[in-house]
């Protein structure tokens, strides 16, 4: 079993800063993707940030417009862990924010699957 846990949001004013962060746990082989999503009242989820890549850390990240040039998204290999560093929040960020990675679980043993994790989300909310 894989799971993801979630933290690190919460109520901040407009202009604000937040981090989110995303750990991966259970039976890991590899990890391919990760990235944040978001779902606001009424609207359909939609990609906030991804990114790929393996060794110790980096790799190639995507962003959605709205976001570009405010959120970094950043990720630990080494901890299964992708962060989400949201500066200069504005009202319209507010929303639930999910992580979701992809990755081969599994071990030798028992082999090997191709799986799609989602955490359980977390609430960001940005007052104007």
């Known amino acids: 079993q894989v799971q993801l846990v979630e933290s690190g949001g919460g109520l901040v004013q407009a202009g604000g800063s937040l981090r989110l962060s995303c750990a991966a746990s259970?039976?890991?082989?590899?990890?391919?993707?990760m990235g944040w999503y978001r779902q606001a009242p009424g609207k359909q989820r939609e990609l906030v940030a991804s990114?790929?890549?393996?060794?110790?850390?980096?790799?190639?990240?995507n962003y959605a417009d709205s976001v570009k040039g405010r959120f970094t998204i950043s990720r630990d290999n080494a901890k299964n862990t992708v962060y989400l560093q949201m500066n200069s929040l504005k009202p319209e960020d507010t929303a639930f924010y999910y992580c979701?990675?992809?990755?081969?679980?599994?071990?030798?043993?028992?082999?090997?699957?191709?799986?799609?994790?989602w955490g359980q989300g977390t609430l960001v909310t940005v007052s104007s």
């Open positions: 259970g039976s890991i082989f590899s990890i391919n993707a």
């Open positions: 979701k990675v992809s990755l081969v679980a599994g071990e030798r043993a028992t082999g090997y699957r191709y799986l799609e994790v």
């Open positions: 990114i790929t890549g393996g060794g110790t850390s980096g790799g190639s990240a």
